[in-house]
């Protein structure tokens, strides 16, 4: 089965500053991997996906993420932060057969310093 | 553009009560999904519908959860006999079939569900 691991429970960065989140996934095939963000009693928004093609994809709000087959890596990156950057970000993974569910990783909480 | 809307936003309720959520999907949308979340985790799918029909349920998905989506557009999510473990936010999310595998769920604000 498939697996999503975000390493980092919580990030802290100034305002300004650039950042990466990791997720890394556990799957035999490519999958198709999405950036999800959510605010507090929120769901969840869309920042980017992939699918194929161009391994780096850019998103809403100056986001974009790398994907990386040899690492099995999806990571997010932002060059500069905003205060209202400050949210829960989820990486997931969806199939490409069969099971239509997204499998999510347990999510990133980024807090931003002024 | 209306997104995915959901109803209760927020339920609080006893143990040992029945609780019935909404969610009417993106228009056009023919699938549609339900994930809990607890805190601290990420979404945890529990099922799903392509049109009016269920086509995959999560072991999560007690014999106390039913959900339906009887005429294929709006769905409910009913939990009977709540349990204080039950206490999460419920989220729905659409999709449309034509971009086939590669589709992309769309999420609602979620109903949050405290059982005391």
């Known amino acids: 089965a498939q697996s999503v691991t975000q390493p980092d429970i919580h990030i802290t960065v100034s305002e300004g500053a650039s950042l990466e989140l990791r997720c890394n996934y556990s799957?035999?095939?490519?999958?198709?991997l999405f950036w999800y963000v959510q605010s507090p009693g929120q769901g969840l928004q869309l920042l980017l996906k992939?699918?194929?093609?161009?391994?780096l994809v850019q998103g809403i709000k100056g986001f974009e993420a790398e994907f990386k087959r040899s690492q099995s890596s999806f990571n997010l990156r932002k060059p500069s932060v905003h205060w209202s950057d400050a949210a829960e970000y989820f990486c997931?993974?969806?199939?490409?057969?069969?099971?239509?569910?997204?499998?999510f990783g347990s999510g990133t909480r980024l807090q931003v310093q002024p | 553009d209306t997104g995915v809307s959901q109803d209760p936003r927020h339920k609080i309720t006893k143990r040992g009560q029945n609780v019935t959520f909404r969610c009417d999907p993106i228009s056009e949308h023919n699938r549609l999904y339900w994930y809990r979340q607890t805190l601290g985790q990420g979404p945890e799918f529990l099922t799903y519908f392509q049109n009016e029909a269920q086509l995959e349920k999560s072991r999560l998905l007690s014999d106390r959860f039913s959900a339906e989506r009887p005429k294929g557009s709006f769905s409910t999510l009913e939990i009977q006999r709540t349990e204080q473990g039950d206490s999460a936010m419920y989220l729905c999310?659409?999709?449309?079939?034509?971009?086939?595998?590669?589709?992309?769920?769309?999420f609602g604000p979620g109903t949050r569900l405290l059982v005391l």
């Open positions: 999310a659409s999709s449309s079939l034509a971009g086939g595998h590669r589709e992309t769920q769309y």
């Open positions: 992939y699918f194929s093609g161009d391994t």
């Open positions: 997931a993974v969806g199939l490409d057969t069969g099971r239509r569910a997204l499998t």
């Open positions: 799957y035999g095939a490519t999958p198709y």
